[in-house]
């Protein structure tokens, strides 16, 4: 589908107006991500699959303001980005915890980063995030006696604490092993569902892109641009159904035929 059948008249969150980027000052240099454009609506969960190298974690960084595009532009509330970003949540593929405070410390750690100090509700919304991502009887534990799944649902709360009105995901599960990251993946569902964000999504699998996102930008291989931006019309609340339904087997194949489409830059 095209980006002209998106509902045009909800706010649009982040925007991107033919953004690129070529890394270095070189002009000769090749080109990481060319004519991007995307606008992602309020609480919409977006995801962006594509072989490796087309530029997915350069676009989620544009967004965070970690890097500044060399061409177009991408404003995030209708301001361009031109600096880092402290109002958006970043989830990286390693949720890199401070190894010498607890659970509930390092998800509180970020806030009181922020601001200094920790507000009562702020510990009872860490609580009420721990015990919904099953780890509430970790509270008191350091990092390294917790599983790699449980480490990144950690990072996932500590990033919701914030409270950032976009969470950003870098490839959040991709260390994890298959049920694991089926599992935490319905997990963010949940936590979608009750506490909704504005969501951009990098990830290399196919599938999960299906299971979780609104739409899926779908991008070549370097330089990246997009492919297709693809609906997916999969009734919510997901589940293992959703997974089994012929619907979802169609989607997950029309972006396969994108990706090791032969005639694509894939
Ligand atoms: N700091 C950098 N300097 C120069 N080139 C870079 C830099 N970071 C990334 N690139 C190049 O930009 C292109 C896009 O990289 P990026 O990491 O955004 O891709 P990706 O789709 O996220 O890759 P992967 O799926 O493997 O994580 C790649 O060809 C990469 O080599």
Same mark, same amino acid.
């Given at each position: 589908?095209?980006?002209?059948?998106?509902?045009n008249h909800q706010q649009a969150y982040v925007s991107m107006?033919?953004?690129?980027?070529?890394?270095?000052?070189?002009?000769?240099?090749?080109?990481?991500?060319?004519?991007?454009?995307? *606008?992602?609506?309020?609480?919409?969960?977006?995801?962006?699959?594509?072989?490796?190298?087309?530029?997915?974690?350069?676009?989620l960084r544009m967004v965070s303001g970690l890097l500044i595009?060399?061409?177009?532009?991408?404003?995030?509330?209708n301001r361009a980005v031109t600096e880092p970003r402290d109002?958006?949540? =970043?989830?990286?593929?390693?949720?890199?915890?401070?190894?010498?405070?607890?659970?509930?410390?390092?998800? !509180?750690?970020?806030?009181?980063?922020?601001?200094?100090?920790?507000?009562?509700?702020?510990?009872?919304?860490?609580?009420?995030?721990?015990?919904?991502?099953?780890?509430?009887?970790?509270? *008191?534990?350091?990092?390294?006696? !917790?599983?790699?799944?449980?480490?990144?649902?950690?990072? =996932?709360?500590?990033?919701?604490?914030?409270?950032? *009105?976009?969470?950003?995901?870098?490839?959040?599960?991709?260390?994890?092993?298959?049920?694991?990251?089926?599992? =935490?993946?319905?997990?963010?569902?949940?936590?979608?569902?009750?506490?909704?964000?504005?969501?951009?999504?990098?990830?290399?699998?196919?599938?999960?892109?299906?299971?979780?996102?609104?739409?899926? !930008?779908?991008?070549?291989?370097?330089?990246?641009?997009?492919?297709?931006?693809?609906?997916?019309?999969?009734?919510?609340?997901?589940?293992?159904?959703?997974?089994?339904?012929?619907?979802?087997?169609?989607?997950?194949?029309?972006?396969?035929?994108? =990706?090791?489409?032969?005639?694509?830059?894939?």
């Open positions: 589908m095209s980006e002209s059948s998106e509902n107006k033919n953004f690129g980027h070529r890394y270095g000052p070189d002009p000769q240099a090749p080109i990481a991500v060319q004519d991007i454009n995307l *606008d992602i609506h309020r609480h919409e969960f977006v995801a962006v699959v594509g072989p490796s190298g087309c530029g997915k974690s350069t676009l595009p060399s061409h177009g532009e991408v404003s995030v509330f109002d958006v949540g =970043i989830v990286f593929q390693k949720p890199n915890l401070l190894p010498w405070l607890t659970v509930k410390k390092n998800v !509180l750690f970020p806030l009181k980063h922020k601001y200094g100090r920790v507000r009562e509700e702020d510990k009872k919304r860490a609580d009420e995030l721990l015990k919904m991502t099953g780890l509430s009887a970790f509270s *008191d534990k350091m990092p390294d006696e !917790l599983s790699g799944g449980m480490q990144q649902r950690v990072g =996932i709360v500590r990033a919701l604490l914030l409270n950032p *009105d976009i969470l950003l995901m870098d490839e959040p599960f991709s260390a994890l092993d298959a049920l694991t990251r089926e599992q =935490i993946g319905f997990d963010l569902l949940d936590i979608w569902r009750d506490h909704p964000k504005t969501v951009l999504f990098i990830t290399h699998s196919i599938t999960e892109a299906v299971l979780l996102a609104d739409r899926i !930008l779908v991008m070549s291989k370097r330089p990246g641009t997009v492919l297709d931006l693809i609906e997916v019309d999969l009734p919510r609340p997901r589940n293992a159904e959703t997974i089994n339904s012929a619907r979802f087997s169609e989607l997950t194949n029309i972006i396969r035929g994108h =990706i090791y489409e032969p005639t694509s830059h894939a």
